[in-house]
């Protein structure tokens, strides 16, 4: 019948996972580490924590090894140990939305109540190859050079109130961010809309579009 030590061993192994994504934050982090590899710095800016909170989310996500690290130099780059990390955690998100009443509204008081239309992946590519829209990334510059949908063009979104101008005024907008939970592809639409541009917005984004193995150029942002 087995050890009964042993068993619960077992059980407390598969625990420590859960352990670690039992925090908001470090599931920002790993939403954030999805996106391409990052310092602890960049991470804590960007997450809006103090440097040694930051070091210590990190380090309770290694311990439990969800991400790894490099070195270099002094800096320390963090990394998803791997892409069943990043489909653990949009299965985590999507069994939250399914089965959590309060995710809905918290969904909705975050992303915000918008009709704007939306797109799939399959209509993108199709729109994207048939040259009917221009694909706009609105992650930060760093986000887009880890890399992108095929073919995107970069303005995060902080700057696309005045880069208006490198959008063709008779093009169809399709923006994107990080994935189906981020703010900035929503706050794009909006803008481009209230200027009188075309625009719709991805259902999803990068995370769902690495995991579908899509096609995902890198380099530096345009």
């Known amino acids: 019948m ?3 030590a042993r068993k619960a061993a077992l059980y407390d192994a598969f625990a420590r996972t859960g352990k670690a994504l039992s925090s908001g934050k470090r599931l920002e982090l790993l939403d954030l580490l999805a996106q391409g590899e990052r310092t602890v710095d960049a991470l804590a800016k960007t997450a809006g924590l103090n440097l040694t909170t930051a070091s210590a989310h990190l380090q309770t996500l290694k311990q ?4 790894a690290t490099r070195r270099e130099g002094v800096r320390i780059h963090y990394r998803l140990a791997g892409d069943d990390v990043a489909a653990l955690y949009a299965l985590l998100r999507q069994v939250a939305q399914s089965h959590q009443a309060g995710v809905e509204p918290a969904r909705t008081a975050y992303l915000g109540t918008d009709e704007a ?3 799939d992946r399959q209509e993108l590519l199709a729109r994207a190859q048939a040259g009917r829209v221009v694909v706009l990334d609105v ?3 760093e986000e887009y050079a880890a890399g992108h949908i ?3 063009i970069s303005i995060p979104i902080g700057e696309l ?5 490198e959008l063709p005024d008779d093009a169809e907008v399709v923006a994107y961010c990080r994935g189906a939970y981020c703010v900035l592809a929503h706050d794009a639409v909006r803008l481009l809309n209230a200027r009188g541009r075309r625009a719709v917005r991805l259902s999803d984004g990068m995370l769902e579009w690495r995991l579908a193995d899509l096609p995902v150029d890198g380099g530096a942002a345009a």
Do not use: I, N
């Not at 109130?161 to 101008?165: E, F, G, V």
């Open 139 to 141: 992650r930060p510059a």
């Open 64 to 67: 439990s090894g969800l991400v």
């Open 117 to 119: 239309e939306e797109v």
């Open 2 to 4: 087995g050890d009964p």
């Open 161 to 165: 109130a005045d880069r208006l101008a």
């Open 150 to 152: 095929p073919g995107a």
